[in-house]
């Protein structure tokens, strides 16, 4: 029998751990937090010398865990991945959908999202005022979107880029070519 082509080495683990602790290093220091100030703000659930060893690679961080500290610093759980790899966390077909966003930007129908019910859509309709205030861009009728924009939005709603993808096209407004 061969071993699945997904296992990770304990090398492969390690390296990730220790990307992850750089990125959370970042994250932490742009809040201009100490290792100290997050241990307190915290109510002493993150100690400073596990952040520290979470930051260092030497341990690595849970699930839960990452995402009670994204809320600590509110931020979305994917800003305190590393960009490369979280694309890998998602699967394939996700991976795939992202190499496809990369490749053509995605148009949105903005006439069809002002129609659309749900709170999906009216979470959408809020991003992408964000969105157009950002670039001042204010046609009204069609807003590309960028791999990376996606990528937030699905994290924001709790989907992956692939899962945001056929959201998009169930709302029915991705305007196709």
Known sequence: MSEEPSAVSP???SAYAA???ARLRAVRRQKRMSLQAVEAASGQEFKASVLGAYERGERA???????RLARLY???????????MAA??????????????RSSAIR??????????GEQAAALRR????IQVERQDFNGEVLTIRAD??????????????????????LGVVQHP
């Open 149 to 170: 924009d996606l990528r937030v939005i699905g994290a924001t709603l709790g989907l992956g880029t692939a899962e945001m993808l056929t959201s998009l096209d169930d």
């Open 88 to 101: 890998q966390t998602n699967g394939h077909l996700a991976e795939a959908a992202g190499r496809g966003a």
């Open 108 to 117: 949105i129908n903005l006439t069809a999202l002002r129609e659309a019910p």
């Open 74 to 84: 509110d931020v979305p759980v994917d800003q305190l991945l590393p960009e490369d």
């Open 19 to 21: 990307v992850v602790g």
């Open 11 to 13: 090398e492969q683990s």
């Open 127 to 130: 991003f992408l005022a964000a």
């Open 61 to 67: 961080i849970s699930v839960p865990r990452l995402q």
